[in-house]
Nanobody, 124 residues
Framework: QVQLVESGGGLVQAGGSLRLSCAAS?????MGWFRQAPGKEREFVAA????????YYADSLRGRFAISRDNAKNTVALQMNSLKPEDTAIYYC????????????????????GGQGTQVTVSS
């Protein structure tokens, strides 16, 4: 079993930035971020391959968000820039036991492990 712990959430004004981090208790393969706003379904944000050489983003977020990982520390980060009130959500980290194909990156059920989430609130 792998434990994932997210951190870095908080309250930020529109136009600001936040950097989320997720620490895994041991080695994982593909890792991703999802978010869920109040009253809405969970949606895909970004994912990254084990090597870090492949990244995948939700179309609406590409250019503002950037995912990266540090395998030496078993962490994955999500840099969020130019934040908007509609980015307000709980952000969840996810990880898989094996490398996912790019078609599976946006599918939360393809991941084997998930974190408890960190709240991001963007004020207008």
């Amino acid at each position: 079993q792998v434990q994932l712990v997210e951190s870095g959430g908080g309250l930020v004004q529109a136009g600001g930035s936040l950097r989320l981090s997720c620490a895994a208790s041991r080695r994982t393969f593909s890792m991703g971020w999802f978010r869920q706003a109040p009253g809405k379904e969970r949606e895909f944000v970004a994912a990254i391959s084990r090597s870090g050489g492949h990244t995948y983003y939700a179309d609406s977020l590409r250019g503002r968000f950037a995912i990266s990982r540090d395998n030496a520390k078993n962490t994955v980060a999500l840099q969020m820039n130019s934040l908007k009130p509609e980015d307000t959500a709980i952000y969840y980290c996810a990880a898989s036991r094996a490398e996912l194909g790019y078609r599976d990156y946006p599918v939360s059920s393809k991941y084997d492990y998930g974190g408890q989430g960190t709240q991001v609130t963007v004020s207008s």
